[in-house]
């Protein structure tokens, strides 16, 4: 309501008709049974577009990291994206994240820690044994998917640094890069795209430290090299491309709250009893099953990790703390 500019939530006018005609397609085939009709078998992962390195992740023993529903395509978790970066269209990270150079890349971990210092990505990649888990990401717009990523639980990395009793909160700094980022050029955000997490946020084994997906490495437009999947959180929480992490004392600033602060809270939850101010949030459309009879799944507390997660709410006032 109060900002005007194109947020998370708004199908921009161009993005409609590509979509719809997408969509149409895809019926179209369907019913000349020119794509599966039927369901991949749970959990099965679909398999990757094969032009990327492979990047194999051990299955994860992570209580949640598993869920047993139905893969979204290659195909629609690889051209259906927000990277505002590379453009507001959902098609656009997709037709111009080529741009991005992935190496050499190095991360930062600053602030309140006993060891701050700077982590080539190679080195990242062998940090910790590489896992695959399979989350639901739910987008603060109302559609979904389920993706098999590869990573490992974002703590290894923090428990590196030494996080000193002033580490209550972590932000997280991903690239702005004018040159390699023709969406950088807009006034859509105030760039860089920075997100914040509580410290026991950023510690909860769920929160992904990713590098892969489909058991190949991400593709540019899923945040190459690296990102952050928080599947309890609405999707603008999982920052994409990150190169600055640190600690601090207080709640950080996330870009999307400095947008509309009314809109996008700090904690940003998945959570189907509280409304965004425009529209509610009860129900959602998983990507994949929008043909033109299909239904909308209830949206479930904390995204379905409530039994993980919902320790680290305790006491405290949803509503309040959207
Ligand atoms: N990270 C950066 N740097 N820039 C972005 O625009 N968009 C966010 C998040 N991370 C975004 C970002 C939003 S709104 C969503 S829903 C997810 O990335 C989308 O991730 P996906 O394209 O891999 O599905």
Redesign the pocket.
């Known amino acids: 309501m109060l900002i005007r500019t194109p947020a998370?939530h708004e199908p921009l006018p161009s993005e409609i008709t590509p979509r719809r005609v997408y969509l149409n397609r895809r019926t179209a085939l369907a019913g000349l049974g020119l794509v599966a009709a039927s369901p991949l078998a749970l959990s099965q992962a679909a398999p990757g577009g094969g032009k990327l390195p492979k990047l194999p992740g051990a299955r994860s023993a992570v209580p949640g990291a598993m869920v047993m529903e139905k893969v979204t395509s290659y195909a629609d978790?690889t051209s259906y994206?927000?990277?505002?970066?590379f453009g507001t269209d959902k098609a656009d990270?997709a037709q111009h994240a080529h741009t991005l150079k992935t190496r050499p890349w190095t991360v930062s971990i600053e602030g309140e820690c006993a060891k701050p210092g700077r982590f080539d990505i190679e080195a990242l990649l062998k940090l910790a044994p590489m896992e695959e888990r399979v989350y639901r990401?739910r987008?603060v717009e109302g559609w979904s998917?389920v993706i098999p990523w590869e990573g490992y639980s974002l703590a290894e990395l923090l428990k590196k640094a030494e996080p000193t009793s002033k580490a209550k909160y972590v932000e997280f700094t991903?690239l702005a890069d004018k040159a390699q980022m023709p969406g950088v050029r807009s006034g859509v955000l105030d760039w860089p795209?920075v997100e914040g997490l509580r410290i026991d946020e950023a510690m909860h084994p769920l929160a992904l430290l990713s590098f892969g997906m489909y058991g190949e490495v991400l593709p540019n437009?899923?945040?190459a090299p690296l990102r952050l999947v928080l599947p309890w959180k609405y999707?603008?929480k999982?920052?994409?491309?990150i190169v600055k992490i640190r600690f601090v004392e207080k709640e950080p600033m996330s870009s999307w709250t400095k947008a509309a602060q009314q809109e996008y809270g700090f904690y940003s939850n998945v959570n189907p009893n509280v409304s965004h101010p425009r529209w509610s949030q009860a129900t959602e459309r998983r990507i994949g099953e929008d043909g033109l009879f299909a239904k909308k799944r209830p949206t479930l507390m904390f995204n379905g990790y409530e039994a993980q997660v919902g320790q680290l709410y305790a006491g405290m006032d949803l509503k309040k703390f959207y």
Do not use: D, I, V
């Not at 999982?238 to 491309?241: D, E, V």
């Open positions: 998370p978790a994206n927000n990277f505002y970066e990270p990401l987008c998917m991903t795209y437009q899923n945040g999707g603008f999982s920052a994409k491309s």
